[in-house]
């Protein structure tokens, strides 16, 4: 596989992320196959993906889209939001998927256990991206950030599996690098992610006002999810943490906020949950992140 080969790739949960995937991967000349709910499956058929981005430009790309995956292909990206995850695999059989690789883009640290329990330990290759992308309507993506970036990782996988279709991705437009610690990649994305999330979305603040009105707090649960990250073998540093936050647009929202705002589950569980459960198990003390948890969850979500 190389980046001249023309690929066939599924992509399942063809959203923000996912949509913007396909119509790249597509654009670029590989045959993407997006696997979707019946109503999602016959529009993208019928339309293609039709992205819009400063970054990528304005194009539709035409992909197919069936409501299963029925024929082996060189990868499979998984795409869906967490709470989606289990209900949504049924889509992909282990038996039809073969050798391809598994590679799913969800934030979080537990999902990678969960799939190489149901596929090949040593094909699954968690990516983490950075890009905030949006499905405004199935087939319309928004793409909204002037960058997008992946880390392909994936401790068992074959360095010669990573590194072609991280020439894949990466000749289709987002940045893509291959890091050989997986463990590191996934918490470097999570111990940024996991205070942003739940702070904003608990007060229903962007991160300026966060940074401002609840700095004590801000500055603890990142020393919180920093010593976590420590202990799983990611990044320790939490002044890099702030620094990052200060720097963000002060309008800045969590996806997890965006969700709450729209009244859509929340990946609650994949972030704040499996961050206080990698807590006890390393027995690393997280009040802040403890109550903020339950406060959410005491909140409904
Ligand atoms: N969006 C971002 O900017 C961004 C950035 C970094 C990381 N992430 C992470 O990427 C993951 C995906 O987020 P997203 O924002 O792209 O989500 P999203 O826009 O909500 O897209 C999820 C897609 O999954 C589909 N889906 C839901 N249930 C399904 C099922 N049972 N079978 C097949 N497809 C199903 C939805 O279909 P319909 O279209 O039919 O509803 C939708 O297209 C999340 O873990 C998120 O945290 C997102």
């Known amino acids: ?52 981005s400063g970054l990528f430009g304005d194009f539709t790309a035409p992909v197919e889209a069936d409501t299963e995956l029925r024929e ?69 993506i928004e793409h909204g950030t002037p ?10 996988v074959p360095d010669d599996r990573l590194t072609a279709l991280a020439q894949v991705l990466d000749a289709a437009g987002p940045t893509t690098r291959v890091h050989a610690d997986e463990a590191a990649t996934l918490w470097s994305k999570m111990s940024l992610l996991a205070p942003f999330a739940l ?3 608990r007060y229903a603040l962007p991160i300026g006002d966060v940074r401002t009105q609840h700095r004590e707090e801000l500055l603890a649960l990142v020393d919180e ?31 997890m906020q965006r969700d709450a705002e729209a009244g859509r589950p929340l990946e609650l569980d994949a972030i704040g949950g499996a961050l206080l459960r990698a807590a006890d198990h390393h027995e690393v003390p997280v009040p802040v992140a403890t109550r903020l948890v339950s406060e959410l969850r005491a909140a409904g979500h």
């Open 199 to 201: 702070l904003t979305t």
């Open 1 to 52: 596989m190389t980046a001249n080969d023309g690929l066939t790739v599924a992509i399942l949960g063809p959203g923000g992320i996912g949509g913007l995937l396909a119509a790249l991967l597509s654009r670029s000349g590989h045959r993407v196959i997006c696997l979707a709910g019946d109503e999602t499956a016959k529009t993208l058929s019928a339309k293609g993906i039709h992205v819009r």
């Open 147 to 156: 960058f997008a970036e992946i880390d392909l990782t994936g401790d068992p």
């Open 225 to 255: 999810s920093t010593a976590v990250s420590a202990a799983c073998g990611g990044p320790s540093d939490p002044s890099m943490a702030i620094a990052r936050y200060d720097a963000f647009p002060a309008t800045t929202k969590s996806s």
């Open 72 to 140: 082996p292909v060189d990868a499979c990206l998984i795409a869906v939001k967490a709470t989606a995850l289990d209900m949504s695999l049924t889509r992909v059989p282990p038996a039809v998927l073969g050798d391809g690789l598994v590679v799913p883009f969800l934030n979080g640290v537990e999902h990678p256990g969960l799939l190489r329990a149901r596929y090949r330990a040593d094909r699954v290759a968690p990516a983490a991206i950075r890009a905030e992308s949006t499905r405004v309507a199935p087939g319309e």
